[in-house]
T-cell receptor
């Protein structure tokens, strides 16, 4: 079983719709979870981090974490063409302020938002 | 977030040669990391660059192939030695963000093509 799994997509949504991106992880001791956005030919940039079960909202983005199910998701409301990118889920064993900085990344989901 | 400069941004190399990638950060950082992103794949951690001591390599990566230097808290180099076409990849330098442990900032990456 891969450590971090994501649907590779592509996921295609119309402009203004909600895009839902999913990620599962295998290591139960994982404590920190991140979503990175990577535009084609560019380096990843952090868009959300989540450490506790539940929802975390930041603008149009909502991260959801369920540690019991080992599942983390990212919702993008009112999707815009500029949101078209690959979204990478990343997981680390270290908690916030913890000593384990090693991130394990999923392969990413390619999102296309159609005008 | 720290600003990370990498060079070269891209290069085309001949089989059997070696190339050194430089990573410069605009502030002192404790943790520096080198990742590889092969075509169509996600990011894989190569090693943690430790200031004043030998780098810590992940499984599957060895010092002879990927020697790393970290002479101070703002600079690191990664050398890809005796390159083969399988080494064609994007190599990314990253640091942990001052805003919180485990939050990574990435350089723009160095795209290497080995012929």
């Amino acid at each position: 079983q891969k450590e971090v799994e994501q649907n590779s997509g592509p996921l295609s949504v119309p402009e203004g719709a909600i895009a839902s991106l999913n990620c599962t992880y295998s290591d139960r001791v994982s404590q920190s979870f991140f979503w990175y956005r990577q535009y084609s030919g560019k380096s990843p940039e952090l868009i959300m981090s989540i450490y506790s079960n539940g929802d975390k909202e930041d603008g149009r983005f909502t991260a959801q974490l369920n540690k019991a199910s080992q599942y983390v998701s990212l919702l993008i409301r009112d999707s815009q063409p500029s949101d078209s990118a690959t979204y990478l889920c990343a997981v680390t064993k270290g908690g916030r302020g913890g000593s384990n900085y090693k991130l394990t990344f999923g392969k990413g989901t390619l999102l296309t938002v159609n005008p | 977030s720290a600003v990370i400069s990498q060079k070269p941004s891209r290069d085309i190399c001949q089989r059997g040669t070696s190339l050194t990638i430089q990573c410069q950060v605009d502030s002192q950082v404790t943790m520096m990391f080198w990742y590889r992103q092969q075509p169509g794949q996600s990011l894989t951690l190569i090693a943690t660059a430790n200031q004043g001591s030998e780098a810590t390599y992940e499984s599957g990566f060895v010092i002879d192939k990927f020697p790393i230097s970290r002479p101070n808290l703002t600079f690191s180099t990664l050398t890809v030695s005796n390159m083969s076409p399988e080494d064609s990849s994007i190599y990314l330098c990253s640091t942990s963000d001052r805003g919180g442990a485990n939050v990574l900032t990435f350089g723009a990456g160095s795209r290497l093509t080995v012929l």
